[in-house]
């Protein structure tokens, strides 16, 4: 991920259960299954690639109750892939908790804005105390 | 980070201005270098390389209004560092920032574990669609 093109505020990564989380990465990759109706299509669209995209969605589907992610036909060799009503209920779930997150730690992350340095101002590196 | 070791819940990171964030990463450093009182030792109790360490105090140090760690003396070569009381507030902002997401993601959270496969139960990797 490139920082300087994240959106100012809370990024969650949610850990569901011991090595089970979702975080940007498997819901931009859930997002875009949704749009272009094909995993590598999607991996493509978030420069991810091929086998990460295949990987996160094999390693999506084995953690839930169902799978998220189902191919449509043709399955890796090409064809297409949607999400399940299940993958559905999981992204609507990320998204919401990225906003409640987000909400609630408004006044705080206010707060820390008002302490960041304006741009173009220098600053000593580790400055020596006493 | 290895994932599996990772506490279930949220994970925040928070993107405070453009290109400005502080995550679990820098957060561990400062929790270190307050209880070593060295850049170095901080960096190594969370197998962090040295060389990472101080390049992520000294961007720390560059993005706020004035340093959140000062080297006590000797700096680089040696000696020992601190947090200032603008690092102790932005650890605690920080903390207190993953409470209130924690707090607020809670009911969701619990929705989507229940939709956690059992440990140890297989699945079909990418199931065919129609």
Tied chains: 1, 2.
Excluded: C
């Excluded at 449509?72 to 906003?99: D, I």
Aim: net charge neutral; glycine share 12%; proline share 5%.
């Amino acid at each position: 991920m490139d920082d300087d093109d994240q959106k100012v505020g809370a990024q969650l990564r949610v850990i569901v259960a011991p090595g089970i989380w979702i975080g940007p990465g498997k819901t931009a990759l859930l997002q875009g299954i949704r749009e272009t109706g094909s995993i590598s299509a999607a991996g493509r669209s978030i420069a991810m690639s091929y086998k990460r995209a295949w990987y996160l969605v094999e390693a999506m589907n084995s953690h839930f109750d169902g799978p998220l992610v189902v191919a449509s036909k043709g399955g890796r060799s090409g064809g297409g892939a949607r999400l399940t009503p299940l993958g559905e209920e999981v992204l609507a779930a990320f998204h919401e908790m990225e906003a409640l997150a987000q909400h609630a730690v408004e006044p705080v992350l206010r707060r820390l804005q008002e302490r960041v340095r304006p741009r173009g101002e220098a600053a000593e590196a580790v400055p020596k105390g006493e």
